[in-house]
């Protein structure tokens, strides 16, 4: 059974730093590539990164390019976003999702998914 479970997110200040985890089991990060989305109150869900199952090739929404990091750790089987100089419109719930091959490519679409973390970012 195909579970994603996120974790770390939390109230930060503007300009914080915040690292999500997701922890996989069911399958590999062998398997599937693995998206965040994320989506705040009103607006629509936004794919914000994704890496990809083989040569952790990664992809990054425009709103985050540069200041959030995806990566991914196999020996644990899980994925993790290094979130830097945050911003308020940066607050959402994000999810992890696995897609349903082992590439990132747009648009991102979501397969499994996990139960989601809040990130608030204000002062």
């Known amino acids: 059974q195909v579970q994603l479970v996120e974790s770390g997110g939390g109230l930060v200040q503007p300009g914080g730093s915040l690292r999500l985890s997701c922890a996989a089991s069911g399958f590999t990060l062998d398997d599937y590539a693995v998206v965040w989305f994320r989506q705040a109150p009103g607006k629509e869900r936004e794919g914000v990164s994704c890496?990809?199952?083989?040569?952790?090739?990664?992809l990054y929404a425009d709103s985050v390019k540069g200041r959030f990091t995806i990566s991914a750790d196999k020996a644990k089987n899980t994925v993790y976003l290094h979130m830097d100089s945050l911003k308020s419109e940066d607050t959402a719930v994000y999810y992890c999702?696995?897609?349903?091959?082992?590439?990132?490519?747009?648009?991102?679409?979501?397969?499994?998914w996990g139960q989601g973390t809040q990130v608030t970012v204000s002062s």
């Open positions: 890496i990809s199952s083989r040569e952790a090739a990664t």
């Open positions: 999702a696995t897609e349903t091959g082992p590439w990132c490519a747009y648009p991102f679409k979501g397969h499994h």
